[in-house]
């Protein structure tokens, strides 16, 4: 039998992104050969999202699409909207077998035995909420410049407009001794970064029956020879607590960039939402996080156009944005998702109303970020660049603190840590001139 290609289509997160390699490791030890999903394969694996009621619609136009490039393929859906919808995508004309979120890596040994004809089990989802941490780990990774590893499932803040803990189900945490000794791998192969990431990072160890939390985790990794950057995924305010930042704040590898999940910069807006945390408290924990870190910068999530969302509230979130002054944010009008609370709340916002409150945001927050870009090539000009990727003119990094820069290309500093000097800024984009 000719060796099996099998092709990963993803959607969503990068804890996702991370499963996929996982899946895409798994299918290479089975004897597959991974392939660009742009290709005819024998299998089809689409690792799906459940966000928002147009990543469903994406979901299932992936899988058709994938039905269509060749009918006669093994098509194995699994993912968020596999958890949450499994039946709808096991009614797919054409699909053979939906996996469920807690065992993901198993979708590569179905489908392999899918296409040699032998037994599988074509519909395996089962209660998330009885679901243990999936075990996983990518000790390879494709890029030697960072890497994500995934060190949490689930979350339990229940918000009232995300379906995402009926698809993850509660926090699960992976054994510290499998992230050291991932994290230890992924070193030894040459990648200089790491990324720590999950549905909800900072809840990390909160199920272990020993006090282990996700500071106690970085102190670790820390001592990891070959890591010289580390950074976290989406962390909620609440859990910043000073403590917690002073246990991080001495870790040199540990980037001065954090990603705030705030939603909304009004408080009652928030409460509609079922955060659990006020204004007041995200910008104590920015300012402390200034005081402890030099250069230390912010990025965030933001929603517009919440149900019940007032020009007033509206403003209080530009307000806050003014304040807080994040780097850069990630911005979203309010869409309905089937199943949550939000989607039957009175006063839905009109879509012309988001629109330009999005809008609005966007230009102040262009303006914000230019402003840092300025102070920083004032304050700071020199720092260090991770390069990452190039093109014919550029070839482009992160600084520690997370702002991207270019520099005339030279693809031999790709995958390096090298010294620059900041001289501008073109769209958002440091201009960098490299140390000689």
């Known amino acids: 039998m000719e060796q099996v290609r099998a092709a990963i289509l993803t959607l969503g997160c990068r804890v996702n992104q991370y499963e996929s390699d996982a899946i895409s490791a798994r299918f290479e030890a089975l004897g597959a050969k991974v392939c660009p999903p742009s290709e005819v ?39 968020c909207f596999a958890q949450v919808s499994a039946e709808a995508a096991a009614a797919i004309p054409g699909v053979t077998l939906v996996c469920g979120n807690d065992r993901k890596v198993s979708v590569a040994d179905k489908a392999m035995a899918a296409v040699r004809r032998e ?104 001592q990891i020879d070959g890591i010289e950057r580390i950074r976290l995924g989406s962390l909620d305010p ?18 001065p960039h954090y990603h705030i999940s705030m939603q909304s910069g009004s408080d009652s807006v928030l409460k509609r939402m079922r955060r659990r945390y006020l204004t007041a408290t995200a910008l104590d924990r920015l300012e402390y996080l200034r005081k402890k870190i030099p250069h230390v910068m912010f990025s965030t999530d933001l929603i517009v156009g919440f149900p019940g969302e007032t020009e007033a509230e509206f403003e209080e979130t ?23 609370p939000a989607a039957t709340m009175p006063d839905q916002v009109p879509d012309a109303i988001k629109a330009q409150r999005l809008a609005r945001l966007s230009e102040q927050q262009v303006a914000i970020r230019s402003d840092w870009i300025a102070e920083q ?14 093109d014919e003119q550029f070839i482009y990094g992160h600084t520690e603190n997370f702002m991207e820069v270019k520099a005339p290309a030279d693809p031999s500093l790709s ?8 001289t501008g800024e073109e769209k958002g984009i440091c201009i960098c001139k490299v140390a000689p």
């Open 238 to 255: 609440a859990a910043m607590t000073h403590d917690f930042i002073d246990r991080i704040a001495g870790l040199e590898k540990l980037m």
């Open 318 to 340: 530009m307000a806050f944005c003014r304040e807080a002054r994040f780097f850069h944010l990630h911005i979203f009008p309010y869409s309905k998702r089937t199943g949550t």
């Open 415 to 422: 995958g390096r840590i090298v010294p620059v000097r900041l």
């Open 377 to 390: 090539i004032r304050t700071a000009p020199e720092v260090d660049v991770l390069f990452e990727a190039w």
């Open 119 to 222: 037994a599988f089990c074509a519909f395996d989802v089962g209660d998330i909420f009885d679901a243990s941490f999936e075990r996983m780990a990518i000790e390879k990774p494709e890029s030697r410049t960072r890497a994500f590893v995934k060190i949490e499932d689930g979350c339990e803040s229940k918000c009232a407009y995300c379906i995402i803990p009926y698809a993850r189900g509660k926090i699960r945490s992976k054994p510290a001794e499998d992230v050291i000794a991932e994290v230890t791998a992924i070193a030894r192969h040459g990648c200089k970064e790491v990324v720590l990431t999950g549905i909800e990072t900072s809840s990390y160890g909160r199920d272990f029956d020993k006090p282990y939390n996700l500071a106690d985790l970085l102190q670790a990794i820390h």
């Open 41 to 79: 394969a024998d299998v089809y694996v689409i690792n799906t999202c459940t966000v928002t009621a147009e990543s469903d619609r994406k979901s299932r136009q992936l899988i058709r699409r994938c039905i269509k490039k060749n009918p006669a393929a093994v098509i194995a859906v699994t993912g």
